[in-house]
């Protein structure tokens, strides 16, 4: 009641009058006990003393009646087992009287300002006087709760939060302290170990109450004039202290808590001045570190949470530069406060500034250190910095290097580089590296790991994974992603997709899918160059975050290598790392289903690396070790063994989740790194065996166990390591647990999704294929049995198709015979039983994809290719029984097929018997050949056999008839063998004639020769088969027969060619296989001398006499009656020694004629007809056969009929004799259709037979019949084809045709050119016409001028070259052409550009442009100021190469300097091709220069201008017309204006930026040598705003001289760059070029100079805006083919950009880089902040204007995020689209 009374606070009433009865009464007689009655809940005592706290008016009730009161209170924090709620309550209490502000009392609780002072000294002084006491409690709470546990419990809410509030309140209560030194020491010395612990353990707010404690109570103990401590023990306290803190600078990120430990550190440099006893004013090495720490943790004091950057920048830039090697001024005891802060900002991800001059603090701080060694090793400075070596950088290193920053990353890896580049032979942790720190950059790993290049990187891990395992292998045999991962959504559509395809007849696992599998390699001496501590603490990081990366971060290509990696360097880890990286892999991929697909290719990778020699350990036949004393007591210790392995697991999981919270923990101690550094002892072999065997191995067989087939397809690669590692094990272990591991591998088939099974059975193959032939036979067994019912049958087959192709290459002739039997059986069964009677019905809707294809005939080629020769009877024996069975069409074609695959694999044999495979051919054929000419069905037998039945079926007795009609197996079978018996001839002659086609029968070999003598006749007798497929056959050995040496040859060969013409004019067609096969053998006889010496004589036989007409003579004597003479006269000596008479030849070329036109047909008439050709036979249809074959070489549309054409002809032009006037037509036609013909691909092969002609035809043959028309046709071509590959080859035939032409063709063809060049100056004159008609006819006449002049200018480039010194007289005429065109040009152009200039509003240059960019090759342009376009390009072509070809009569004292100036006026060309074209001449000339002419031009002023295309002439050396200041400073303007249009390719902006180079490199040659050696005046920076608006603006802030050439020059392509960031539209062409300049200009000037603000600040101030730029351009481009997203783009241009500042900093160095950075950002933020401010008042001005702009923005949002979007998905649907074909392609 009393409580409620107080809580109520009644208004106007006073509790004072009672109090003291109050007392008396309820409080003073328990005030004793009040510790021991609040240790379980608070007593109602408590409550009312906490009601007290509620009003200010209550606070003199706890001190004025009572002094015991309060102590009581506080003794309850001490109480023993007092409750947690009970000492918050106390706390709340202490933390209202700390809270109390005197000026907040006043409004809230409505008190005179006299009382709430009052109240509030009140307060003070109860603190005061107790403070003693509330230290001492602390000290005891903080003593029993065990501060490092209950700090532990945060995370759950438990007492942490107590420990918390504790901790706070003593940072309030700290402020009271006076002389509490050992209460203070106490309380620091439990409280600095939460400093060390992770952020989500201790927040930062707590450490910054801790912070707050020690700043209080540091000088109460180590103050000589406070504290009581001895000085030594001072000492000891301030080391201590320092390193907490210390240590604490790498850790907290919060600007108050850094701002704390800058004042501690101050503080404690103070107390070591006054106990070293110091007396000067020189600052001691301490205080100078705390001065910089402080300095670069300063922050403005102008803007919130914004840093000083100048004070920062000034403490880096004194530090790097001075401090880092005066150890007077910094020792090495004060570096460590130092490094830590470097450290610290070197992760700094957004200042660039501030990070680069962190990461030079470390080099400086790595230098000091390598200096200390080589002084003396083992002096005490020495010592001290190699101890923060090894326990600050190297670990901030390791753990930096696992970041998510790739910057971050980039900055301790360079780090770590120059650490082992300097320190490398004082540290063995870093020895080692050395072998990775190589001169060449190429082969650098610290260059190239993070290189901006994705194949460097690669390249790299490459590298570095052959350095470590170079005597281990250590190729980690995995699939790739498209190999062995199936994304989910296409694993899931693979089931609906086989609905679409028919059945396959290719294989389904393509053999460059599954990687040959490796045997295991057992490393147990552990020969890497580099320590397996310094792999698995510094290069795994890395690889991690490659191979675990999601989302913007992932790269496909980065992952796979560095997944291959991770497992190829395990292959050299110890067993304590292995195991733990495995175990921590297996853990995640249960906790992480996001990242499962990699994982499990990462455990997969280290499972195929297991190199852990366990084959040797002793164990019984079940696989248990014997070392055990029975079996209960392997179970006993197999326990302990999974416990300890779970414990060393947990381990793990702690420490990275600890480094992944905090940054850097405990593990950074030094003791740590050392004990990283030794390396662990391995576990004895007997241990690993049992933690394999009763862990990892169970482990590995849930993941294929498991039920989820989406999972499986996963996991199933699992088995493939499984079998592995059994390998690893003894062999009674093996033996024990691998059939359990085949048998649930085969039963995973049975799975319904076909990713699943894709993956079961791909592993089942790499298992197969690592095991080898002897357990094929097991797995065969184990399939069969788990594949026996319904559509498992199809599973078994298609499997065993899988199996048979993968390890075909890798097993030997005869090592499946044991096995042969079961498989003949499954394959058998699947092509012609059940099986295969399913797959060809038309009912069968399964859709499976192995329900759909046919292997079995694949299967049985490769099982004749491995299979002894006298075993291929077992494969032949169920297809004669199936022969004898049936003739059904259907079925034959199987077995035909069947057959034809075995007798490819026994060709394919590697154990090819030529003589039994001879005399097994031999005896089939001869057996079933004569059996095959006969008619089946008439044979005695079978009439004998339907007599019967017929007597059986129509029988009058009614016995027999029941008797017969009951047992119809009475009834005999008809034998169908006979009937079938052309089937064997066909596959004996298969298995002849694919060992004559392969060269299995040896030539040279007379016995084989013997051997083979026998099948002439028999392939002869082939010939008069009544089967198509025999004669074929026999044709094609005829074919390769009659190249050999036997004797049967001459005698068969009248035989064949009668038997051939037979077969023609049996047939009416030849589209048939048979006919062509019978070209084919007709070809090979005409090309054979062989035969032809054979056939000496021989006058074979006409197949029909010549055609007569009604009265009986013939044709050719009726035309020759009337006059005409025959078109061929027969030459009896060409026709003399032929294989076939003239008539024969004659029906022969008619019956070929219209093959040449079909497609499938032309290969093999052509090759009959060019055998014709070869032997020269003449007949007066050849000659029209060939006219014909001329036309198609030009109207053929297939390229190579066009080719082949070409041959066929030019073999006729070279080997038959030819009249003047046909090979007159001959070239004329050739001509007419390269100049005329509508189709290109006609015309160039047109020009493809002139080249043929003109490179292989003699001069006096060339020269009279086809110089000149060859040279107009040339010319038409190169002046008006609209084809560019017609024009490429006429410009490339026409030098080879000048060249070859003598002297009077030449002098016609100067006179022709000279014609057309004049029409140049005749056609810019003004048509003075009035009548239309003429005047227009007058404008068609000067087009045709200048079309002819163009022409003259084309053929001058083309020719100066091939003429060379022919060339020398007509180079006055050359030149006045040149200056001419380029006169007209510059003179049309100028006027036209004027007159739009004089237009209101119009830009007449950017008008030009526009239009240029819009006209068309070929023909003139409607507006007059393009119309000289072409000449001026052909012209600026021309000179460039006669520039190239006579430089010294180009550039020369000699040389035209007018022809020069206008190739300078034309850089600024409306047209793009014209400009380029200037600027590769303007290119040319300066290569020719050099730099020092500039100073030797000589500097005669021109003649004034009269008009604006007028040219000035200039009276100086014709070399130097372009190398004067002047000159050089109007090249470069035209070369901006070029940069700055729209329509830069990419090859002008390369010719731009070499130009503009080499006119720097001018520049610099006239800066004074003052400026050069920064003793002069610096020239005026451009002081031009970013938002500038011309370059006009720019070019007037930095007036131009002689002198400040250059930094006008950097000035403007400057300003050009910062244009575009504002102006462009996100636009990034104009900086890449620029970019390029400004880092070869950075390479040019000496630093000195470039640190001036004229030269530095153009170029840093658009590198700083592109970097922080985050505007997209609107659309994609496309350059060289590849086309580029607006994120690659921006991404690309940043990347360059980045490069460029790198240059820049090495190049003037960090300190002064960073201050001018930071000059552009103070400046860019400025500017920033004035636009925002004009924005909003520009949102009250204008308001519509400014939702204009708005709308503007938020549509530029908009399109990067769907830029985002749509660039995902296209990563997506690739990765989708590429598996999705791997997995098809896998199963064709």
Known sequence: CITRMFVLEPPNFSFAPYMQCIYEVAIDPRIDNLASENTQNSSALLLLLKSWTLTPKYYPYLVDYNPLTFPMLLDILVAPKVQSSVVSLVLGILQTFLDYDPQVAVHKYELSAESAEAYGVLVKGMIQRHISRILSHMRTCFSNSNLNSATTATQSGGSGNLVMHQIHILSRVAEYATEETQDAKALLDLLLPTLKRPGSVVPARTKGDVLNIMLRFIPLVIDPSVSAIAKDEQQHLLAGYLNSISSSFGRLRLDSARATLSRILSTLAKFDRQLQGVTTSEPTPLESAAWVVEEINAYSTQRLNEPDHERRLVAFGRLNDELWNQPALLDAHAWIPVLHNLVYFAQDQEELATRSNASFGLARFITRTA????????????????????????????????????????????????????????????????????????????????????????????????????????????????????????????????????????????????????????????????????????????????????????????????????????????????NAMLRKYLGMAKKTPSLEKRLMRLIMSLLDNFHFDLRHVKVDKLGRLLSDESASSDKEQEVPVVVVAETELAEVAETDLADEDTGLTEADDESNMVTDSVPQKDLPEERIHKVVVSFLLPELKKMITETNEEKLMLRAPVAMAIVRILTALPENTMTAQLPGVLTTISNMLRAKAQSARNATRETLVRIVKFLGPSYFGFIVKELKASLSRGVHKHILSYTIYALLKEILGMIKVGDLDYTLEPLIEILVQDVFGQVGEDKDSEDWTSKMREAKVHH????????????????????????????????????????????????????????????????????????????????????????????????????????????????????????????????????????????????????????????????????????????????????????????????????????????LFAIFRQTSSTNSDMIQNCFKLLASLLRSKHAESLMAGYEPEELETPEKDEVGKTVSDKKAKKGKKPAVRISADCMKDSLISEQQLRDLIDFIRPDIEETERQATAFSLIRAILTRRMIVDSLYKLLDNIRELMITAQDANVREVCRLTWFQF????????????????????????????????????????????????????????PFFLGLVLIIAKDESSQCREMATHLLPIMIARFDQPRLNRAWTLLDQWSAGIANSCEPVVETDAKKAANAEIQQAKMRELGRAALQCYGIIIEPLGDKFGKRIPAFLSIVDTALTVSLKTWKQAEMQLNHRPGVDGVGDLETIAANLHSGGD????????????????????????????????????????????????????????????????????????????????????????????????????????????????????????????????????????????????????????????????????????????????????????????????????????????????????????????????????????????????????????????????????????????????????????????????????????????????????????????????????????????????????????????????????????????????
């Open 1213 to 1268: 032009l070279m080997d038959y004799p030819l009249g003047e006037r046909r090979l007159t037509n001959a070239m004329s036609f050739i001509v007419q259709n390269a100049t005329g013909y509508v189709y290109e691909s006609g015309r160039v092969s047109a020009l493809e037979i002139m080249g043929v002609i003109i490179n292989r035809f003699a001069d006096e043959i060339l020269l009279p019949n086809a110089a000149e």
């Open 856 to 1059: 079995g005939p694949d299967c049985f080629e490769m099982l004749a290719s491995v299979t002894q020769f006298d075993n291929i009877r077992m494969m032949l024996a169920p297809l004669r029984d199936i022969l004898r069975e049936t003739d059904t069409p259907k079925r034959t074609r199987v077995v035909d097929n069947v057959l034809r695959r075995i007798s490819i694999g026994v060709n394919h044999n590697k154990s090819y018997d030529t003589k039994s495979i001879l005399i097994f051919c031999h005896s089939i054929i001869n057996q079933y050949l004569a059996m095959s000419t006969k008619d089946a069905k008439d044979t005695k037998k079978v009439k004998e056999d339907a007599e019967q039945l017929k007597r059986l079926r129509f029988a009058s007795n009614e016995e027999n008839a029941k008797v017969y009609i009951r047992r119809k197996d009475m009834a005999p079978k008809r034998d169908y063998l006979q009937a079938n018996a052309h089937r064997f001839v066909q596959f004996g002659l298969e298995i002849v004639y694919f060992g004559l086609r392969r060269e299995r029968f040896s030539s040279k070999d007379a016995e084989v020769l013997g051997m083979l003598d026998p099948f002439v006749d028999l392939a002869g007798n082939g010939l008069f088969s009544r089967y198509n497929s025999i004669i074929s056959l026999c044709c094609k050995i005829w074919a390769i027969m009659v190249r050999l040496p036997l004797p049967s040859v001459s005698a068969g060969i009248p035989v064949v060619i009668k038997r």
């Open 1421 to 1788: 342009p409607h507006n007059a100021a393009l119309t000289y376009w072409e000449t001026a390009y052909l012209a600026l072509n021309a000179y460039e190469r006669f520039a190239r070809v006579m430089p010294q009569k180009a550039v020369g004292d000699n040389g035209q300097s007018r022809i020069w100036q206008l190739a300078v006026r034309h850089l600024t060309h409306p047209h793009a091709w014209v400009r380029l074209s200037a600027a590769r001449l303007i290119g040319a000339y300066v290569a020719m220069g050099d730099p020092s002419w500039m100073l030797e031009a000589e500097s005669e002023s021109p003649v004034e201008e009269t008009a604006e295309w007028e040219v000035p002439v200039y009276t100086g050396r014709p070399k130097y017309v372009l190398f004067s200041a002047s000159a050089l400073k109007q090249i470069a303007h035209g070369l901006i204006v070029q940069l700055s249009s729209r329509f830069v390719s990419p090859e002008l902006g390369t010719q731009i930026v070499k130009n503009l180079y080499f006119i720097a490199r001018c520049f610099l040659t006239a800066v004074p040598q003052s400026a050069l050696e920064g003793t002069g005046t610096e020239p005026v920076a451009d002081a031009s705003d970013d938002d500038s608006d011309s370059d006009e603006e720019a070019e007037q802030s930095s007036v131009w001289t002689k002198e400040r050439s250059l930094s006008w020059l950097i000035n403007r392509i400057g300003s050009l760059a910062r244009t575009e960031i504002i102006r462009g539209r996100g636009l990034t062409e104009k900086r890449t070029y620029s970019f390029r300049w400004f880092a070869a200009v950075i390479s040019l000037v000496p630093p000195t100079l470039l640190k001036q603000s004229a030269y530095i600040m153009p170029i840093v101030s658009p590198l700083y805006r592109t970097t922080q730029d985050t505007q997209l351009p609107s659309q994609p481009i496309t350059l060289s083919g590849t086309t580029k997203s607006p994120t690659e783009q921006i991404d690309e241009l940043k990347a360059l950009a980045n490069d460029v500042i790198k240059l820049l900093q090495t190049r003037i160095g960090v300190t002064e880089f960073s201050a001018i950075l930071v000059k552009v950002q103070s400046h860019v933020s400025q500017v920033q902040s004035q636009r925002r401010e004009r924005r909003k008042q520009l949102a009250v001005i204008d308001p519509e204007l400014h939702a204009k702009k708005k709308i503007r923005k938020h549509e530029s949002s908009r399109r990067r995020r769907q830029e985002q979007m749509s660039e995902h998905a296209r990563r997506r649907t690739r990765i989708v689209v590429r598996r999705a074909y791997g997995d098809k392609s896998s199963e064709k």
């Open 371 to 578: 200096q200390a060694f080589n002084a003396d090793p083992q002096s005490a400075e020495a010592q001290v910095m190699g101890r923060s070596m090894q326990s600050i950088l190297l670990p901030s290193i390791k753990h930096m290097l696992a970041s998510k920053h790739e910057v971050v990353q980039m900055e301790f890896l360079g780090a770590l580089r120059r650490a082992v580049h300097e320190c490398g032979d004082f540290f063995d942790q870093l020895r080692d590296l050395k072998a990775l720190d190589t001169p060449d950059e190429e082969a650098n790993f610290f260059y190239n790991i993070l290189h901006i290049q994705t194949h460097r990187r690669t390249r790299a891990m490459r590298r570095f994974r052959d350095l470590v395992a170079k005597n281990v292998y250590i190729q980690s045999q995995m699939p790739t992603d498209d190999a062995m991962d199936v994304d989910e959504d296409s694993a899931s559509d693979s089931d609906d997709d086989e609905s679409k395809g028919v059945a396959e007849k290719k294989p389904s696992t393509s053999r460059s899918k599954t990687p040959a599998i490796q045997p295991l390699v057992f490393n147990s001496e552990q020969a890497s160059p580099i320590s397996p501590a310094n792999i698995r603490a510094l290069i795994f990081p890395l690889l991690e975050n490659w191979a675990l990366a999601e989302g913007d971060q992932l790269n496909h290509d980065l992952s796979n290598e560095a997944i291959q990696t991770i497992g190829a360097l395990s292959a050299v880890l110890p067993w304590s790392q292995y």
